[in-house]
T-cell receptor
Framework: GESVGLHLPTLSVQEGDNSIINCAYSNSASDYFIWYKQESGKGPQFIIDIRSNMDKRQGQRVTVLLNKTVKHLSLQIAATQPGDSAVYFCAAQADTGFQKLVFGTGTRLLVSP | EAQVTQNPRYLITVTGKKLTVTCSQNMNHEYMSWYRQDPGLGLRQIYYSMNVEVTDKGDVPEGYKVSRKEKRNFPLILESPSPNQTSLYFC??????????????FGDGTRLSIL
């Protein structure tokens, strides 16, 4: 079955730096990917998504890159702010008839001033 | 405001005492789902529903029941809770009836402690 993993449990950055959070997935049939942000005491909040027919998608201060060859995606946050401190999850989904969303375990982003 | 609402947010109870966690969404979403979140294990799906009266098991359905009598509500029922069901629970909904290609929107969670 599908598995999704993030490369680092914790990432510490300085305010103003760019942050890169990585994620790997196992199922080559996965064709929809989502990044979520989870702040303490709250549910996962949608950040950005990307389909497998794209390599890159940009939002406000965030960019998701997808490399299907090595089954890897990353979330880039520009000019990281203290309010970006949270746990970030990637999730993958395959359109194979059973549309299960598989989540990684998350990377905690710590932003120091 | 578009949202998924769970109640209660916190509950401490004892083994064997039936409980229900309610979930309601106001976005007219077809797809709803329940997850549990445990340290080191990420989010795991318990049950999901693609429409009224249509529910199916996720990865960890044992010990749980759900119902979908109305589109907006998707309660999670623990008939006889046990300590291994102590966890953080999330309800989510999605516009697409199969939950594909549209982000799932999550409630703020229910922390259950079963003693």
């Amino acid at each position: 079955g599908e598995s999704v993993g993030l490369h680092l449990p914790t990432l510490s950055v300085q305010e103003g730096d760019n942050s890169i959070i990585n994620c790997a997935y196992s199922n080559s049939a996965s064709d929809y990917f989502i990044w979520y942000k989870q702040e303490s005491g709250k549910g996962p909040q949608f950040i950005i998504d990307i389909r497998s027919n794209m390599d890159k998608r940009q939002g406000q201060r965030v960019t998701v890159l997808l490399n299907k060859t090595v089954k890897h995606l990353s979330l880039q946050i520009a000019a990281t702010q203290p309010g970006d401190s949270a746990v970030y999850f990637c999730a993958a989904q395959a359109d194979t008839g059973f549309q299960k969303l598989v989540f990684g375990t998350g990377t905690r982003l710590l932003v120091s001033p | 405001e578009a949202q998924v609402t769970q109640n209660p947010r916190y509950l401490i109870t004892v083994t064997g005492k039936k409980l229900t966690v309610t979930c309601s969404q106001n976005m007219n979403h077809e797809y709803m789902s329940w997850y549990r979140q445990d340290p080191g294990l990420g989010l795991r799906q318990i049950y999901y529903s693609m429409n009224v009266e249509v529910t199916d098991k996720g990865d960890v359905p044992e010990g749980y029941k759900v119902s979908r009598k109305e589109k907006r509500n998707f309660p999670l029922i623990l008939e006889s809770p046990s300590p291994n069901q102590t966890s953080l629970y999330f309800c989510a909904s999605s516009l697409d009836p199969q939950g594909f290609g549209q982000p799932q929107h999550f409630g703020d969670g229910t922390r259950l402690s079963i003693l």
